[in-house]
């Protein structure tokens, strides 16, 4: 069964770098054609797409996010990353990760706070 | 950029049924936009019912079924149970970009 898992610092300064790491078990990032998403949702709303990294290396990204958003993909290690940067507070969410999708991480909350 | 709308709440009986929908600024829904639609319970993550307008994955329970009416994708849910109140998500596929709806919070009482 694939599995993904957040990890990452849950508080980060604003005007810094959002770094979040997905790790995936049960099977490999470089499988199928399905691509590698992030997705925040804000304490009490909405899900919010920020991008994607497909199995080509391809990305595409929210065009909202789109100048600060990075995604790679490190297939030795079976893990895909985020950086966001230039943090404010609207930042603040969960994060999740996914296998678009049918299978998501758990989510890891993310503050932006001094 | 695009915009995803969906109604903000919907109230439905046990056993009754409702059809969720999902409009798109971009024009009429398609299945080229490969509309998807997801629940979300409390504190869990999002978790997809219909994949490409219609396609349910294996732990989507059959009173769920997806659709394209008037110009919307829609969800429609037969027989309501108590376990489905949650919140519901589409996201349509447009110009290399997800796009998620605002999400409708569905009551059954």
């Known amino acids: 069964q694939l599995q993904l898992q957040e990890s990452g610092p849950g508080l980060v300064k604003p005007s810094q770098t959002l770094s979040l790491t997905c790790t995936i078990s049960g099977g490999s990032i470089s499988g199928g054609t399905d691509c590698w998403g992030w997705i925040r949702q804000p304490a009490g709303k909405g899900l919010e797409w920020i991008g994607h990294?497909?199995?080509?290396?391809?990305?595409d990204y929210n065009p909202s996010l789109k100048s600060r958003v990075t995604i790679s993909l490190d297939t030795s290690k079976n893990r895909f990353s985020l950086n966001l940067n230039s943090v404010t507070a609207a930042d603040t969410a969960v994060y999740y990760c996914a296998k678009e999708w049918g299978y998501w991480g758990q989510g890891t909350l993310v503050t932006v706070s001094s | 950029q695009t915009v995803v709308t969906q109604e903000p709440s919907l109230t439905v009986s046990p056993g009754g049924t409702v059809t969720l929908t999902c409009a798109s600024s971009t024009g009429a829904v398609t299945s080229d936009l490969l509309p998807h639609w997801f629940h979300q319970k409390g504190g869990q993550a999002p978790r997809v019912l219909i994949y490409?307008?219609?396609k349910k994955v294996s732990w989507t329970p059959a009173r769920f079924s997806g659709s394209l009416l008037g110009g919307k994708a829609a969800l429609t849910l037969s027989g309501a149970q108590p376990e489905d109140e949650a919140a519901y998500y589409c996201?349509?596929?447009?110009?290399?970009?997800?796009?998620f709806g605002g999400g409708t919070r569905l009551t059954v009482l």
């Open positions: 990294i497909c199995p080509s290396g391809s990305t």
């Open positions: 996201s349509v596929y447009y110009r290399s970009a997800w796009v």
């Open positions: 490409s307008t219609s």
